[in-house]
């Protein structure tokens, strides 16, 4: 898998005038890697991961998957969002096995990738519930679940965890990284908690304040333990906070840059 977005532009036409929301964006993305684009409220990180997802066109610019171009949604992209996006009269099950059956995939089969990417998130117990019956952490592994399921190139994730309180948003973190190692997805996650995004990342792409653009890249090289995924305690190093440290700075920089052109 390769994904590569090539000097993509984004402007929106609006009553007010044209809104540039991405200018000149580059980036790729290979088999089995965890990225993660950061950037502040604004720096049109839900319209670029729109765009990849096929949801929306760019302005200029190009995106392929395996040098396929972009024109549309498709099942090689998977994508997860910050509000919940399940069925509500569906129970667990049918909601993961709901983009199967679209598919055309025989009965059979279906139940078992339903029950292998249950277990994968740990809600086989579930599988009957109503989302209504779900916490909020629990409805996100519904939505990972049933865009896994779908065995995707890549899962494209926009904020997934912004909508969940501190304590469940840092186990969704750790249960993304097993996820990860367990499937072997290659993900590409959008955030503004710098935070999640060096803990996850093995590169994070920094975009600038609107239009955005990507400011800088980092390789992010942190100790893994036995089962090859990160644990917590990578945030109490000093190599994290300082990985943390130059990012909320670059950020806070555009952020200023961005007001003082503005003013
Ligand atoms: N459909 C639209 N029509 C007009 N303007 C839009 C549209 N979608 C996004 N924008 C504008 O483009 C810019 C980028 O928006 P976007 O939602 O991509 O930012 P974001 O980085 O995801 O922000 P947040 O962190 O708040 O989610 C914003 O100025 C927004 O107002
Ligand atoms: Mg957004």
Redo the contacts with the bound molecule.
């Keep these: 898998m390769h994904l590569e977005v090539a000097n993509l532009s984004?402007e929106?036409?609006?009553k007010e005038g044209n809104?540039?929301?991405?200018k000149n964006v580059n980036l790729h993305i290979e088999t089995g890697e965890f990225v993660c684009t950061v950037?502040?409220?604004?720096?049109?990180?839900?319209?670029?991961?729109?765009l990849i997802a096929g949801l929306?066109y760019p302005t200029s610019g190009k995106i392929t998957v395996d040098q396929v171009p972009v024109i549309g949604p498709g099942r090689d992209r998977g994508m997860v969002f910050?509000r919940y996006t399940l069925y509500p009269w569906l129970n667990v099950a049918k909601n993961v096995e709901f983009g199967l059956k679209l598919q055309g995939i025989p009965k059979a089969q279906r139940r078992e990738r339903v029950s292998y990417y249950l277990d994968v998130v740990g809600l086989t117990q579930f599988r009957k519930n109503l989302p209504k019956a779900l916490s909020g952490g629990m409805k996100q592994r519904v939505a990972i679940a049933r865009a896994l399921a779908c065995e995707p190139k890549i899962l494209l994730m926009?904020?997934p965890f912004?909508a969940l309180d501190v304590q469940t948003k840092e186990s969704m973190q750790q249960f993304l990284l097993e996820v990860w190692r367990r499937t072997g997805t290659t993900i590409l996650m959008?955030t503004?908690d710098v935070e999640e995004a060096v803990f996850l990342s093995q590169r994070i792409y920094v975009?600038t304040a609107?239009?955005?653009t990507v400011k800088q890249e980092f390789q992010i090289n942190l100790p893994e333990n036995e089962q090859g995924a990160r644990s917590y305690h990578v945030k109490t190093l000093s190599d994290f906070q300082r990985y943390r440290e130059k990012i909320t700075q670059l950020l806070r920089d555009s952020t200023v840059e961005q007001e003082v052109m503005v003013g």
Aim: aromatic share 4%; net charge positive; glycine share 16%.
């Design positions: 984004k929106f036409t609006t809104v540039s929301a991405l950037g502040a409220s604004g720096s049109g990180k839900s319209t670029l991961l729109r929306d910050q926009d904020e912004g959008i503004h975009l609107r239009p955005g």
